[in-house]
């Protein structure tokens, strides 16, 4: 038996002080390291809690068109834009103690390290709402020290300076729940085609149970694991006193109903038009594309998302399927310049290159009407005449020669006037026009009207030469068609960021830049090749869809051996269609030479369907009258063909045609022979 002696005791007592001091030792390093990272947490601020969103593309009537993720579909909502439901099923089945501790919950990582140990493997987790948060935003998910260590700081950063209802937020915000789901809200959606503050209390706690294990807790996955642990979460809220026992009852029985897996594909709607869409942003936020995707922006767009349909189903239909042609379709509002429609080709699975926005073909003769626009500028008319005959044209000092033809070789051989030149395409008109303004004036016009390609200075350039984008020239046109105000093609209209403040909008201001009168007077030319009375030595050019036409439209085709387009407008819209072959192949069947007119016809007849009937309004300084198109002089009641044309005040023809004029058959035989020309009072008297 031990004796216990003084000195023993003395012993004893010593070192029970000597423990107590080093403990509290101990204390007061391990208090001040924790105080340490503490205000050090503070010092260093609110960490960012900027994640990667989804940014989301909508037509012009709000509708969604589509959804850039980069693989990871996330949208941030507002806690008060979450429905209740979630927010007490997420605590009661993650952190119940989420309101009371401050970021780590020490009973719980007590009880699961004692159950790590019973069991001798990691069975248990106790991670808080906040630490996992704090994983989320900052941390890979490896399991070392090192990352415990990082997780934990993070874990005091967010406590120390956000609120418990901002960290919430951003924990529904960020979790993840399968299926590439970043947050409620995409969950939501996908899950069920609604908003997360429109869930049900069943919904919520099915979603709530997802984040623990989502390729085994998605109902996509396992349905019946998946109800499991919506069973346990309720019962667990319902012990949490969160709902009621009847509560508890109603949401057992409720039938959930899911989206397909087919609704969750995203149909591409209008994919070439997003292309454009993307890159005309990148352009004017000066930004990369790639970011733009997870900045969770809104980008409204100028889409119309029926006329888009129309343009689609008509090209569809209207291509044989087993041909290789390639198309390519534009719609734009002349007053705006917004796109409404585009299509960039035939199939954008199989080519995604955009032939509307980045192709350049050349326009064959629908570059006319900008070389005709620059004529009557410079003093030409409707009524001007030049002769239509085989011509070759010498240039550059006479050291090269030009020789053009027209189309199947057909000539009046006679004089023409510029209304017939452009209704009938023809070319020996052009090139003398653009010889005699000057070659350089149809290459300044061409960048007034927005080519962004320069136009060659040669003589077939009047032909169309020189080689352009569709996008560029439908936009020329509706310059035309608006009166001459400068437009540019547009995809966007305003641009939201991730908390809808307005960081783009377009600009509405449009100046004056053409000459308004000259605009008109060749808009009213380019009418006439819908105009059959105009036939002469050959057929206007769009005598093959003149019928179907039940609107004042103007425009003007165009065509070369590996190209064909069509652009006309009306006063409300503007479209050009290109075809043609992406190897330069050439166009030999005739059916596919006139694809380009009929698509053409078909969208402006259907799209502009429903709206009002509008003709082209003169503006103030232009005069009317009636002309004679085959002499450009005023016509006479004998005339055959009467048409009314516009010419830029001053320049209107004064002399009446004789042509087909009867004679009076008194003074014929009194022998009268009136030698003077009538006075303008005297030809109007017998006129009328």
């Known amino acids: 038996m031990d004796v216990i002696t003084p000195k023993r005791i003395r012993i004893t007592l010593k070192t029970i002080r000597a423990l107590i001091f080093i403990s509290l030792l101990l204390l007061v390093f391990f208090s001040t390291i924790i105080l340490s990272i503490v205000l050090y947490a503070k010092w260093q601020g609110p960490p960012s809690i900027t994640v990667p969103q989804s940014t989301i593309i909508y037509a012009s009537d709000g509708s969604k068109i589509g959804e850039m993720h980069n693989g990871q579909k996330r949208y941030w909502v507002n806690l008060d834009d979450i429905s209740e439901h979630v927010l007490q099923a997420t605590i009661a089945i993650e952190d119940r103690s989420f309101y009371d501790h401050n970021g780590f919950d020490y009973k719980r990582i007590a009880g699961a390290a004692l159950a790590d140990l019973k069991a001798m493997a990691k069975v248990q987790g106790a991670s808080t709402i906040t630490q996992q948060y704090a994983r989320n935003l900052f941390l890979e998910h490896e399991k070392t020290w090192i990352r415990k260590a990082r997780e934990a700081f993070y874990t005091i950063r967010l406590e120390q300076n956000y609120t418990k209802d901002e960290i919430l937020e951003g924990y529904l915000n960020t979790i993840y729940y399968g299926h590439g789901l970043y947050g409620i809200e995409a969950a939501a959606k996908y899950y069920f085609g609604k908003n997360a503050s429109e869930l049900s209390l069943a919904e919520a706690a099915m979603l709530a149970g997802v984040p623990k294990g989502p390729s085994i807790y998605s109902p996509y996955s396992n349905e019946e694991r998946a109800k499991e642990r919506q069973t346990m979460i309720l019962k667990t809220m319902e012990k ?64 119309d998302p029926e006329m888009q349909k129309t343009a689609e189903d008509i090209v569809k239909n209207s291509i044989e399927k087993k041909s290789e042609i390639q198309a390519a379709f534009i719609a734009i509002d002349p007053k705006t310049g917004y796109v409404k429609a585009l299509i960039g080709g035939r199939d954008y699975e199989m080519s995604p290159f955009n032939r509307a926005t980045q192709a350049k073909r050349q326009p064959g003769s629908t570059i006319k009407p900008l070389l005709y626009y620059t004529a009557v500028e410079n003093g030409f008319s409707p009524s001007t005449e030049m002769m239509s005959e085989p011509t070759t044209f010498s240039y550059d000092d006479g050291n090269a020669t030009y020789k053009p033809s027209n189309y199947n070789g057909y000539y009046a051989n006679d004089f023409i006037t510029m209304l017939q030149a452009i209704a009938l395409s023809d070319n020996i008109f052009a090139v003398k026009t653009h010889l005699f303004l000057g070659m350089e004036k149809l290459i300044q016009s061409g960048e007034m009207f927005g080519l962004t390609s320069k136009i060659k200075k040669v003589p077939s350039a009047a032909l169309g030469t020189s080689s352009v984008r569709l996008v560029e020239m439908v936009n020329a046109y509706g310059m035309l068609g608006n009166g001459g105000k400068k437009i540019e093609p547009t995809f966007i209209t305003k641009v939201e960021d991730a908390n809808g403040e307005v960081i783009y909008k377009a600009d509405k201001t449009k100046e004056q830049i053409l000459n308004e009168q000259a605009a008109f007077v060749t808009t009213h030319m380019m009418k006439g090749m819908f105009d059959t009375a105009l036939n002469d030595y050959t057929s206007v050019t769009g005598q093959s869809i003149a019928d179907v036409l039940t609107r004042d439209y103007a425009g003007k085709s165009g065509t070369t051996s590996t190209d064909s387009w069509m652009i006309g407008y009306s006063p409300q819209l503007a479209a050009g269609v290109w075809t043609g072959y992406d190897k330069d192949e050439t166009i030999d069947l005739v059916q596919e ?58 320049t209107e023809p004064t002399e009446y045609c004789k042509e087909h004029q009867t004679e009076n058959k008194e003074e014929k035989n009194q022998g009268h022979s009136k030698k003077e020309k009538d006075s303008w009072f005297e030809r109007m008297f017998k006129w009328w």
């Open 240 to 303: 949490e006193e969160y709902i009621t026992e009847k509560q508890l009852k109603q949401a057992l029985q409720e039938k959930l109903t899911y989206k397909t897996k087919e609704e969750n594909v995203q149909k591409g709607i209008a994919p070439y038009f997003q292309d454009a869409v993307m890159s005309s942003l990148a352009d004017k936020l000066n930004i990369d594309a790639q970011l733009i995707e997870t900045k969770g922006l809104k980008i409204y767009t100028t889409l």
């Open 593 to 650: 030479r006139s694809y380009a007119k009929t698509i053409w016809a078909k969208f402006m007849e259907q799209a502009l369907e429903n709206e009002s009937v509008r003709a082209f309004r003169p503006p103030d300084g232009v005069v009317g009258v009636y002309i004679n198109p085959a002499s450009g002089k005023l016509a006479t009641k004998d005339c055959p063909v009467r048409r009314l044309t516009y010419f830029i005040e001053g």
